[in-house]
């Protein structure tokens, strides 16, 4: 896989660093902001994204193989 979520993470530390650069014009402060809406937003869905598969895998490691085929989705690639 090619992102992982130490990836998101440093993206947003990215951007905090961005946003925080003391030199910046209002100009450029609006468009970080804009650009940090943006990121936020993505970053939410990733991580509910995140939490579901850890749920599913929850479910899986209660109960056993019994729901694997209801969880078909949540499958790493076939070898």
């Known amino acids: 896989m090619k992102n992982k979520l130490i990836d998101l993470n440093n993206h947003l530390f990215a951007q905090l660093e961005r946003l925080s ?17 943006a ?13 579901l598969t850890l749920q599913a895998v929850k479910v899986l490691a209660d109960h056993g193989d019994r729901f694997k085929p209801h969880l078909a ?6 070898e």
């Open 21 to 37: 650069d003391e030199e910046l014009t209002a100009e450029q402060i609006e468009v970080e902001v804009k650009r940090a809406d």
């Open 39 to 51: 990121i936020v937003a993505v970053s939410e869905q990733v991580v509910r994204g995140a939490a």
């Open 73 to 78: 989705m949540i499958e790493g690639p076939k």
